[in-house]
T-cell receptor
């Protein structure tokens, strides 16, 4: 089945730096989503980008989508300790927009 | 404030027991989902439901069944729990469009 794969698997940066995570997927999509999960908790939706969009912003988050390369990136600017979490991309199956497939995630650690 | 609740945060069951995990959402969402999350494997879809009494198998349905008698409630059933079903179970719901998912806090199930 199609799947988003995040890269890197783990990332450790200094507070205040920018963090970039990448996601690649295999088949055509309607949209791509990014989620955050704090340790031991449920996931929280961050941002959704549709297949006809190339870039989207939400606060300190910037998401890009390149459908020709089947890839997306999530940029978190001016990172904070509270950004420490796992980040997942999720893609829908073009034929079933309700069902989405999650990647295995990037673990982001922010050093004080 | 939107809410997805799960019946237990932590659960310990014995091998062979029948286990019920309940999920309730208050957003009148059509879609509901059950995932399991294991280290290094990300979230894997067990079952999802796109309407009352309707269900579809996800990627790993073996050993599980589901029930959706009311729109707001989606139950996951382990007919005969086994140790390899020890995992974090996450429930989510979504509307049909745009389709981003709201997650419950998760149930950490241990089968001994």
């Amino acid at each position: 089945s199609q799947q988003g794969e995040e890269d890197p698997q783990a990332l450790s940066i200094q507070e205040g730096e920018n963090a970039t995570m990448n996601c690649s997927y295999k088949t055509s999509i309607n949209n791509l989503q990014w989620y955050r999960q704090n340790s031991g908790r449920g996931l929280v939706h961050l941002i959704l980008i549709r297949s006809n969009e190339r870039e989207k912003h939400s606060g300190r988050l910037r998401v890009t989508l390149d459908t020709s390369k089947k890839s997306s990136s999530l940029l978190i600017t001016a990172s904070r300790a509270a950004d420490t979490a796992s980040y997942f991309c999720a893609t829908d199956a073009y034929s079933s927009a309700s069902k989405i497939i999650f990647g295995s995630g990037t673990r982001l650690s922010i050093r004080p | 404030d939107v809410k997805v609740t799960q019946s237990s945060r932590y659960l310990v069951k014995r091998t062979g027991e029948k286990v019920f995990l309940e999920c309730v959402q208050d957003m009148d969402h059509e879609n509901m989902f059950w995932y399991r999350q294991d280290p290094g494997l990300g979230l894997r879809l067990i079952y999802f439901s796109y309407d009352v009494k309707m269900k579809e198998k996800g990627d790993i349905p073996e050993g599980y069944s589901v029930s959706r008698e009311k729109k707001e409630r989606f139950s996951l059933i382990l007919e005969s729990a086994s140790t390899n079903q020890t995992s974090m179970y996450l429930c989510a719901s979504s509307s049909r469009d745009p389709g981003w998912q709201y997650f419950g806090p998760g149930t950490r199930l241990t089968v001994t």
